[in-house]
């Protein structure tokens, strides 16, 4: 597709050098500005610099698979009272391999913080198959934390799309399958919030003063502030512009706009009423809508944002092929589009769409799951960042939120 911000060849995913620096924070002031465990806790998960793990990777035994994921990013269903999860059961009765199945992912900063001193150490961090974003997927292959896909034991590798099968970060696909892709936006409860929200102005209105929550993800959150103030974060940016956007976000705290900043919790305040207007995640209204709630989704007239979460094997996994087949089966276009129709999430596998039809015609011509060129124009990928931008944009971003 023309002008395609999921294909790696486009400019929007190209990782590019750093623009003229005017903020440079030390170490010190860091800790000082961010205080204590906290900070020191932030500098170990946001440094780029750091050495990988250089432990082989253990013995495959096999065993269970337990998949380490984000809240509400997977079909399912209640049944006699529990939850359950369709497409994983066919796995399950069709393999004879069970899997422990974790909602443990919240923000990725904060997941890989708990389990990066054992992956340093070659420990085992109770995780077969990891889910991050790109720009984390990024570090964990650059460390040598993700083991090298087995193509054999994945034989459906081959469905993922085009535009998806050779990104900056693991060219190949060698490391790394994409489990889905999404947009942040804006997102709203519309018993109580009667008009769409498209713009910034509308979501940080006096009339959800106090009642707004924005993404503990920093290149979402400051993605879709930096276009509403004209930046094109596809490209060069500089640190002047970010600091512009850091400002704002700055205000809209201290005015007391916005109540809180969260990571995948924040549909807990949206259900609870704490929240009424979010930046967040367009899959995230659209499954919570299965569930019961009423929310609506709009990518903001300024731009939004777009960005993958991807399926990794750990460097200390000992059960790597029963992975990879759990991998390959959600890259059937048949289990895949199952999944989609339940998260409406972009799916990243060929053939899905003809599947749609037989379960939700509809939902096959959904620019949310299958998005056309005019839904790809409203959004941009955040660009790659240097290893100092990395630590000056996270430290400016983090003492902003007051983390």
């Not at 597709?1 to 924070?25: D, G, I, W, Y």
């Not at 469905?159 to 693991?170: E, K, P, R, Y």
């Not at 700055?250 to 259900?271: C, H, P, T, W």
């Not at 009424?276 to 499954?287: E, L, N, P």
């Amino acid at each position: 597709m023309a002008n395609n911000p999921l294909e790696p060849s486009n400019p929007l995913v190209t990782e590019l050098v750093s623009a003229q620096k005017r903020f440079r924070l030390s170490r010190r002031a860091l800790l000082a500005g961010v205080g204590g465990i906290g900070a020191a806790t932030f500098l170990a998960s946001c440094s780029s610099d750091e050495e990988g793990g250089t432990i082989a990777p253990p013995e495959d035994i096999g065993g269970t698979v337990r998949w380490g994921n984000w809240t509400a990013y997977l079909d399912q269903k209640k049944v006699d009272g529990k939850r359950t999860y369709p497409s994983l059961n066919k796995f399950i009765e069709s393999t004879g391999i069970e899997v422990d199945y974790l909602v443990d992912y919240n923000d990725n900063d904060e997941f890989y913080g708990k389990v990066q001193e054992n992956l340093k150490a070659g420990n085992d961090i109770g995780y077969d198959i990891v889910t991050p974003t790109d720009w984390m997927a990024a570090r964990w292959i650059r460390l040598g934390y993700a083991q090298e896909l087995n193509a054999a034991n994945i034989p459906n590798k081959g469905n993922i799309l085009d535009t998806l099968a050779n990104v900056s970060f693991d060219p190949g696909r060698n490391f790394s399958l994409t489990w889905q892709s999404g947009f942040a936006g804006f997102g709203w409860n519309k018993d109580v919030v009667k008009d769409d929200i498209v713009s910034v102005e509308q979501l940080f209105s006096s009339a959800y003063k106090g009642r707004v929550a924005v993404l503990s993800e920093m290149r979402d959150t400051m993605g879709i502030i930096l276009q509403y103030q004209g930046v094109d974060i596809s490209q060069p940016f500089t640190e002047d512009e970010f600091m512009n956007g850091i400002d704002y976000l700055k205000k809209m705290i201290s005015d007391g706009f916005i109540r809180q900043v969260k990571g995948n919790d924040y549909l807990e305040d949206m259900a609870n009423g704490d929240v009424v207007a979010v930046i967040g995640w367009s899959g995230d209204m659209f499954s919570e809508n299965l569930s019961g709630q009423n929310y609506g989704f709009e990518i903001p007239e300024s731009g939004g944002t777009l960005w993958s979460d991807n399926l990794l094997i750990p460097s200390t996994s000992s059960n790597k092929s029963n992975s990879e087949k759990l991998m390959n089966h959600y890259y059937d276009p048949a289990i895949a589009a199952e999944v989609a129709a339940w998260v409406n999430y972009i799916c990243p596998v060929k053939g899905a769409q003809a599947e749609m039809e037989n379960i939700d015609p509809e939902l096959a011509s959904s620019p949310f799951i299958f998005p056309d060129d005019a839904t790809l124009a409203k959004v941009q990928v955040f660009r790659g960042l240097s290893a100092e931008e990395e630590f000056n944009f996270s430290a400016a971003f983090q003492e902003a939120i007051g983390a």
